[in-house]
């Protein structure tokens, strides 16, 4: 079992960047595969982008949603239990709240394949 905690949301502007952190305790983080999704008001919550666990190898996806749009870039310390998501030239429909997911095993980019989940970080992009 993990818990995540989420941390660096805020308020920026449009064109700024923006690193999310994810702190994870418990046992095995290398075997869990981590992802973000993000749910504005409205609506659905989304997929943003998931990274593998390093013990068959580091894999990523991003969402085409994302990937198209803007740079961004997943990544992950396992030395240090911890998983980020830096995104650059943000834009006001980016403005939803963040939220960390954690799954043993490989990649999926399902959110109901997701059991544990934080508590999200706001981010709000002003034009």
């Known amino acids: 079992q993990v818990q995540v905690v989420e941390s660096g949301g805020g308020l920026v502007q449009a064109g700024d960047s923006l690193r999310l952190s994810c702190a994870a305790s418990?046992?095995?983080?290398?075997?869990?595969?981590m992802a973000w999704f993000r749910q504005a008001p409205g609506k659905e919550r989304e997929f943003v982008a998931a990274i593998s666990g390093s013990w068959r190898g580091v894999t990523t996806d991003y969402a085409d949603s994302v990937k198209d749009r803007f740079a961004i870039s997943i990544s992950r310390d396992n030395d240090k239990d911890m998983m980020y998501l830096q995104m650059s030239s943000l834009q006001p429909e980016d403005t939803a709240i963040y939220y960390c997911?954690?799954?043993?095993?490989?990649?999926?980019?399902?959110?109901?394949?997701?059991?544990?989940w934080g508590q999200g970080t706001q981010v709000t992009v002003s034009s």
């Open positions: 997911a954690a799954k043993p095993g490989d990649l999926w980019i399902g959110a109901g394949s997701y059991p544990y």
């Open positions: 418990g046992r095995a983080f290398d075997h869990y595969t």
